[in-house]
């Protein structure tokens, strides 16, 4: 569920991610590593989303939390 509204990664931030860190990827080709980077974009982003949104569940649920 949490892939479904992450949404897709676009060229441009895959572009981006690239051309910030070209040094890193011992010289291979931006169409060589695309899939990688665009794969690692998207779960970074369902990382970020599912965090945020569990942050909103926890803020909302009134949990008392009892340590024996």
Known sequence: EVQDKVGEVSDKEIQDFYDQ????????TFDELKP?????????????FRNTYLDK???KADID???Q
């Open 21 to 28: 860190n070209k040094a890193r990827f011992g010289g291979k």
């Open 36 to 48: 990688m980077i665009g794969s690692q974009l998207k779960a970074r982003k369902a990382s970020m």
């Open 57 to 59: 569940l926890m803020a």
């Open 65 to 67: 939390i009892f340590i």
